[in-house]
């Protein structure tokens, strides 16, 4: 997968360089940045089509390093076989070219192999997420079933590896380097830490939700569902999550069922559209990939449940932007009355005039 990648800057970088030697050789090494660089855009795209666009924010930044590797061995297997004409009596060619060029391309390869596993610890150990969670939205995509399942089997080992903590482009000698860190204040001695600023609300874990016995096959969507809903209740400032529960307490947040369907009929579109792409990719004609595309969302759509992120007894609103098991939606729902009431006592304790800017923060686990 991580070839994909660098697979799709080195297309790029030598179209872009095919199309500045078309214009009389002139504008071939711009033109070959410019389109190394698209093929870096590409690459990010690649990365939704494997099920792993949660982890771009984690990737993108490390990819202009990266992109200099390609682009000097482009250069120099672009001019590096142009010596200068009367210096070497058998001709104007480096014997040397290929193997620095080769050396070069080959340290971009490395770093993307580095970039991506450590893009993957960083979203397991920010907080965004967890591996089952991932390896689900790995799995949606049948080019990225493999490397999800390969990630659930050494999750450990990538979590402990000292190569991928805080991984990105790793820097050389005569790279810039960062600058030091400024000295502490007169009134603070420097090997003593420096106060904790305050953060806001504190982090609340509610209660962990059980897994019936019913569902242990389905514990990937059940902590997907779960991951969705805490995204949604630390989306909510305190104030709205407090006048969303005081809604629900009193009767007047009501579901509206065209909302529901609404958002069944966008979101099962979106699902066929993705299915249409991947057939047609597979070289499947538009009208089979279509019908095929239309009868395997109305089977999916069968066990399928609008979800709402969080859900209305826990402050959410009756708005909808994803589908989940119907069962386990079920199981997770009626598990918030005995959970909320420790959440509803922290958001109380925020100062009322700090709670229309200060966000939920809320843990949700699923019990081990």
Request: aromatic share 4%; charged share 25%.
């Amino acid at each position: 997968m991580a070839m994909i990648v660098a697979g799709s800057t080195l297309v790029g970088g030598a179209i872009g360089a095919g199309i500045g030697f078309g214009f009389f050789g002139i504008g071939a090494l711009p033109s070959g940045a410019a389109g190394a660089a698209i093929g870096l855009e590409v690459s990010t795209w690649i990365l939704a089509i494997l099920g792993l666009a949660s982890i771009a924010e984690f990737f993108v930044d490390g990819l202009p390093q990266i992109f200099d590797h390609y682009l000097r061995g482009i250069k120099v297997a672009w001019e590096g076989t142009r010596g200068e004409p009367g210096l070497n009596p058998f001709g104007g060619d480096d014997p040397q070219v290929v193997d620095r060029a080769a050396y070069h391309i080959a340290q971009g390869h490395e770093e993307v192999v580095i970039l991506l596993l450590g893009a993957i610890v960083a979203y397991l150990t920010r907080g965004r997420g967890n591996a089952s969670v991932l390896a689900s939205e790995m799995q949606a995509s049948s080019k990225g079933a493999k490397l999800g399942q390969w990630m659930l089997e050494h999750e450990e080992a990538l979590r402990r590896h000292p190569d991928l903590q805080n991984a990105g482009p790793r820097r050389g000698a005569l790279d810039k380097q960062e600058p030091p860190p400024p000295p502490p204040p007169p009134n603070r001695r420097a090997d003593e830490p420096e106060p904790k600023k305050p953060l806001g609300m504190a982090e609340h874990e509610v209660p962990c939700f059980n897994v019936s016995d019913k569902h242990l096959d389905r514990i990937p969507e059940f902590d997907r569902q779960l991951a969705g809903q805490e995204k949604g209740l630390n989306d909510l400032t305190v104030e709205e999550y407090l006048k969303g529960r005081e809604a629900f307490k009193n009767g007047e947040a009501l579901r509206d069922p065209i909302v529901a369907a609404d958002a069944r009929k966008l979101l099962s579109r979106k699902m066929e559209l993705s299915i249409v792409r991947e057939l047609r990719l597979g070289g499947m004609s538009p009208e089979i990939a279509d019908a095929t595309a239309k009868k395997e969302v109305a089977e999916k759509m069968k066990t399928l449940s609008a979800l709402h992120n969080p859900d209305m007894i826990a402050g959410g609103k009756d708005i909808i932007n994803d589908l989940g098991d119907r069962r386990i939606n079920s199981s997770i729902g009626p598990q918030w009355p005995s959970r909320i009431r420790g959440l509803d006592n922290a958001a109380n304790l925020i100062p009322e005039a700090s709670r229309s800017t200060t966000k939920i923060n809320a843990k949700l686990k699923r019990c081990k």
